[in-house]
């Protein structure tokens, strides 16, 4: 028999079990930002240390990943961090939504609804969203405690009145379980309705901030907006020039090297889906 | 003699936390947990794996006058290295039995507004579990969850509807029977049913 040159997922079990910890309480309080201490992994801040460390601490032998960055499964970051539990856990990868028990992500949720049976996990780099308003980690920590929001709604408003809109289009704050305003990530606003009411219980690490927090299933996610201005996703005048949807994010890509434009769904594995070719 | 732990760590700890995660993200659904662990009596082995998959050297734990036994303490020393002290309020988690519950759960570590994780758990071991003393509702619940413990009587659900009314800090309950568990956090409302 050969021997595993590294525990079960990379992690030791000390610090998975300190991890583990921390993912309970972020589920008891939905949208808290619960400590943990982040360690060394073998890439990168950036590459999603703190996604990696809570995929690596939920990963049973038994799941499917699938890892996506932007969108996309074949991308030199989701192929890594696939590449990395393939080696390390042992378990079954695939580029198919539905197929899959854990999904990783940074940047986007897929199109594809989720179900009961499935943990998403987001990569994050900054937790706090009050951090742009409030460098202080003191101050944030009693701004969260007091409910204190109100300067996040002036920032919005401040949007309104200089550009007409709300101009934040990504990483868009919401209300979880009508108390902890949080921040969803980088995911573009169009995919924060589906963090609402989702039946996945969805997870978010932060290594370089050293938080996880989480949505459980069937929790209310509200997008912070107003009654004169209320929540709006981004919508797109033509439909994905690839497969023809009108329901899904779409990216601009440059075809041909005379500039040729056309936008197309930045979820491949939905857009492939679509056009039956899988 | 002590009875062995988890024989694979990495994996067994692996699968029972996925149990244990599900319960928590899935207030009063109840999930199996295969606890291929030897405990010594009267510690289930789906509360042993709990301890085994959360409890170490960072973590004070309390136990209950029926779980005080010596292969016990001997048990959760050898193989989670866990700290015992005497005082409920002073452990981060809790072992009962549904008999001999802490008096108050009031007075067990309640978090702060700032770290409200900063929290004990509160692990009952019980006979099994019941349809409908009380209905469950909030996060990760799909409308309502109707629920009950075995031995856990109406006292016992006012006092956990009053932790959840102390939101966000509070304690989290996890409800450890024979292969099966379930958990009640301190988000999820509870509401007496009549029939109770
Ligand atoms: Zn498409």
Redesign the pocket.
Known sequence: MNVPAYNFAYLNEQTKRMIRRAILKAIAVPGYQAPFASREMPMPYGWGTGGVQVTASVLTPEDTLKVIDQGADDTTNAVSIRKFFVRTAGVATTGKTEEASVIQTRHRIPETPLTEDQILVFQVPIPEPLRFLEPRETETRTMHALEEYGVMHVKLYEDIAQYGEIATTYAYPARVAERYVFDPSPIPKFDNPKLDDCPALQLFGAGREKRIYAVPPYTSVRSLDFEDHPFEVQRWDQ???????RE?F?DEIVMDDRGTRMF??S?TD??AR??GER | MTERGFADAPVQSAHAFRAIMQAMARPGRVQAIDADVKAPAPLLPSAAAVALTLCDFQTPVWLSPRLRDERIVHYLRFHAGAPLVAEPQAAQFVFATAADLPPRLGLLAQGTHEYPDRSATLVIQVAGFVPGSVELSGPGIRGGERFGVVGLDEAFWTAMAENHARFPVGIDAIFAAPGKLAAVPRSTAIRMLESA
Request: net charge neutral; aromatic share 6%; hydrophobic share 30%.
């Open positions: 439909p994905c020039a690839l497969c023809g949807t899904s779409l197309v769904c979820d939905f857009c679509n056009r």
